[in-house]
């Protein structure tokens, strides 16, 4: 059982497989539509990428979130997964449960030398009905976190499609219920933060959900010091 999409390159039991060679995946209009597809047939996605791809933050979430995989196949053909390291023996294999026996890639061993400090931020906001709330505060704070002030875009994918402001997201987000709404949020070079922003419905309101990450520059840099954060 498969679904018709121009991104899918094979099927499997129960998953799609979508291949790419591109250094950055993210989560662009086509990948997007794909995940949701392959949600509503019931299906997974693996997406199968050379070792040098890396995945945007938006787009790891929303694969998450579907519960696919991302799978990694080296020059010599071996596969793993492409977020643990752990060495697979086909595309299916990446859905069974680890096991502490599985090899592991002796490079996601390894303790970098970091180049970048990150917060890693999350929250969950409840707002009463109210026909002043403005979604999107939550991620201002978080962008004060790091050398930035607020983020600088906005949209469904990547690239995002809009500037950055509370009034329009929360106009968007209005638009989509009772259905859930799921926003891409990034900055720039001045304010570096990736994540999403996704508002639902709920019996006494509204809740405004937030995940993502954001930089605060190298180590060495003042305000990359958590003693000095506000």
Same mark, same amino acid.
């Given at each position: 059982?498969?679904?018709?999409?121009?991104l899918?390159?094979? =099927?499997?039991?129960?998953?799609v497989?979508?291949?790419?060679?591109g250094r950055?995946?993210?989560l =662009?209009?086509?990948?997007?539509?794909?995940?949701?597809?392959?949600a509503?047939?019931?299906l997974?996605v693996?997406?199968?990428?050379?070792?040098?791809?890396?995945?945007?933050?938006?787009?790891?979430?929303?694969?998450?979130?579907?519960?696919g995989?991302?799978?990694?196949?080296?020059?010599?053909?071996?596969?793993r997964?492409?977020?643990?390291?752990t060495?697979?023996?086909?595309l299916?294999?990446g859905?069974?449960?680890?096991?502490?026996?599985?090899?592991?890639?002796?490079?996601y061993l390894?303790?970098?030398?970091?180049?970048?400090?990150?917060?890693v931020?999350?929250a969950?906001?409840r707002?009463?009905?109210?026909?002043?709330?403005?979604?999107?505060?939550?991620?201002?704070?978080?962008?004060?976190?790091?050398?930035? =002030?607020?983020p600088?875009g906005w949209?469904?994918?990547?690239?995002?499609e809009?500037d950055?402001d509370?009034?329009t997201l =929360?106009?968007?987000?209005?638009?989509?219920?009772?259905?859930?709404a799921?926003?891409?949020?990034?900055g720039?070079?001045?304010t570096?933060?990736a994540?999403?922003?996704?508002?639902?419905?709920?019996?006494?309101?509204?809740?405004?959900?937030?995940?993502?990450?954001?930089?605060?520059g190298a180590?060495a840099?003042?305000?990359?010091?958590?003693?000095?954060?506000?």
């Amino acid at each position: 059982m498969g679904i018709e999409h121009p991104l899918v390159d094979g =099927t499997g039991a129960g998953y799609v497989v979508s291949e790419t060679v591109g250094r950055l995946v993210a989560l =662009t209009p086509m990948r997007a539509d794909l995940v949701v597809q392959a949600a509503a047939a019931g299906l997974r996605v693996v997406f199968l990428t050379p070792d040098s791809s890396r995945l945007t933050e938006p787009f790891r979430q929303v694969l998450d979130a579907a519960d696919g995989r991302w799978v990694v196949r080296s020059g010599d053909g071996a596969l793993r997964d492409g977020s643990t390291g752990t060495s697979l023996l086909g595309l299916a294999d990446g859905f069974r449960s680890p096991r502490t026996t599985d090899a592991v890639d002796p490079r996601y061993l390894e303790v970098p030398r970091p180049e970048q400090v990150q917060f890693v931020v999350s929250a969950s906001i409840r707002h009463r009905p109210d026909a002043g709330t403005r979604l999107g505060r939550a991620w201002e704070t978080f962008a004060a976190l790091g050398p930035g =002030t607020t983020p600088s875009g906005w949209g469904s994918h990547e690239p995002v499609e809009a500037d950055w402001d509370k009034d329009t997201l =929360t106009a968007a987000a209005r638009a989509r219920m009772p259905q859930d709404a799921r926003f891409v949020v990034v900055g720039d070079e001045r304010t570096p933060l990736a994540g999403s922003l996704t508002a639902r419905r709920t019996e006494h309101g509204m809740e405004e959900v937030v995940s993502g990450l954001v930089g605060l520059g190298a180590p060495a840099a003042t305000r990359s010091d958590a003693r000095t954060m506000p």
